[in-house]
């Protein structure tokens, strides 16, 4: 079947008559329908069903029992309440080729709104339903109008049993994608339908009744030792058929039992799954704290080194200032590194550190303390002169400093 | 690839006419009963089933005739 386009009348959002072309050129034949929710999409896919296979609602819509029956209104909702009390026909027409024949079938049904805006559609049994057939040749047979005619031909070409499979839509997409036993149910349904694996069973349990028939029949009509063999056989049946029953049960539990374990290791998959990520996360943490450790320990050390280095910004100058230092303390320009008032105590007590007294006695050692006072304090040359030049010497030392530079 | 055989295809390879007729049989009957209520299916194509074991046991013996 290749749809070839489809019109339709005042049917669900289609108000009057839109017609939509399918394509069938031999390098385009694709067809996308696309648009926002509500804009008619699966409008379109109920038309085809309805004109198909007089369907007045589809398996999504979940409908059931009367719900079902009745079916949702397909009429166009803006023209019933145009024509509110009078009757409005909404329909839909399908040209498809099939095998070369051109086929065209259209069916309608009629509904109106009542004054209390309730909508009443024909019961679809009195959907108005024609074919028309157009054969390789380019006959064109009479117009059929018999609904079972017309389903007939239908469930020759697309059987409404696999309809599901050829025919759906998005949503139906959507369901049959999901992971879930019910979409597993769907996939196994409609392979056993494809397969005609139902109708398969069906035969076979057919036959064993009839067999079982003609057995019994057998047995009415057999005597003597025929007659217990064949209720032997009969029994043995019996017998067989329970088991088989029973045998039959317990597969299906053991089935049931096989995808619940799956299920279950799965969710145990999860767990350890969760508990894997969990264990990553805490040594993530761990990562985390000893790295800012780390930045912490980097940052103090970075602020000692800016301290430490500050002074190489003024480098050449220091160094000039420190070879200065050195020449005049060469010279004997610079104070020693005692303090002054240090030597003037040891003056003052009259005694040296060695325990020599600097008195009269010692008048020696006394007056060389006395000149190396003189000549070593010279007024110019303070106490800040001797920090300077001390300071000056660490920074030339071995960790870092201005001689590197 | 193997040919994918149909349900049919397999029925068609039952060498016995008689088997293979009466086999033919149950799977039409039994896809037309597919939609019946569950009650009356098996009845339905142990019925028509039933009908067409006269039938099959002459092409059987017909065959069997023609090739001796």
């Known amino acids: ?405 | 690839m193997a040919d994918i055989n149909t349900v049919e295809d397999i029925i068609n390879q039952i060498s016995d006419p008689a088997k293979r007729l009466v086999a033919q049989t149950a799977l039409t009957q039994s896809i037309k009963a597919m939609d019946f209520s569950e009650h009356s299916r098996i009845r339905f194509v142990a019925d028509e089933t039933g009908k067409i074991i006269p039938k099959a046991l002459k092409q059987r013996a017909t065959d069997a005739a023609n090739k001796s």
């Open chain 1, 1 to 405: 079947m290749q749809l070839t386009n489809l019109e339709l009348k005042d049917f669900r959002q289609f108000k009057g008559q839109q017609k939509l072309i399918i394509a069938d050129e031999q390098k385009k034949n694709v067809t996308v329908v696309y648009g926002k929710n509500g804009r008619g999409k699966t409008g379109i896919f109920r038309a085809l069903m309805f004109c198909l296979y007089g369907d007045r609602s589809l398996s999504q819509d979940e409908l059931t029992g009367q719900d079902k029956k009745n079916g949702l209104n397909l009429i166009n909702e803006r023209t019933l309440n145009d024509n509110v009390g009078h009757e409005v026909t909404a329909s839909v027409l399908v040209h498809f080729s099939h095998q070369g024949k051109r086929c065209s079938i259209s069916r309608e049904l009629t509904g109106l709104m009542k004054n209390d805006g309730t909508i009443v559609q024909n019961p679809s049994d009195q959907d108005q339903v024609a074919l028309q057939v157009t054969d390789i040749d380019g006959n064109t047979s009479p117009k059929e109008t018999d609904p079972d005619k017309v389903k007939a031909f239908i469930q020759e070409i697309l059987s409404s049993r696999l309809r599901d499979y050829f025919l759906f839509d998005g949503e139906r997409i959507e369901r049959l994608t999901r992971g879930t036993r019910e979409r597993r149910d769907e996939v196994r349904k409609g392979i056993r339908a494809l397969l005609n694996l139902d109708a398969m069973e069906l035969a076979i349990k057919g036959l064993k009744k009839l067999a079982s028939g003609y057995d019994k029949e057998i047995s009415e009509k057999s005597t003597g030792r025929l007659q217990r063999v064949t209720e032997q056989i009969a029994q043995y049946n019996e017998e067989i058929e329970s088991f088989e029953d029973a045998l039959e049960k317990d597969n299906a539990e053991l089935k049931r039992l096989k995808h619940r374990i799956i299920e279950l290791s799965k969710e145990i998959e999860g767990h350890e799954a969760t508990a894997e990520k969990e264990r990553l996360r805490k040594d993530l943490i761990s990562q985390v704290n000893d790295k800012q450790d780390a930045l912490t320990v980097l940052k103090s050390d970075m602020a000692e080194k800016v301290n430490q280095s500050s002074h190489l910004l003024a480098a050449d100058l220091l160094e000039q200032l420190l070879e200065e230092l050195n020449l005049r303390r060469d010279k004997g320009q610079l104070p020693p590194e005692i303090r002054k008032e240090f030597v003037e105590k040891l003056l003052a007590n009259e005694m040296c550190i060695c325990g020599t007294p600097l008195d009269d006695t010692h008048s020696r050692e006394r007056d060389s303390l006395q000149k190396f006072l003189a000549e070593h304090y010279a007024p110019g040359l303070g106490q800040e002169t001797l920090t300077l030049y001390s300071t000056l010497n660490k920074l030339s030392g071995p960790s870092g400093t201005c001689r590197r530079f």
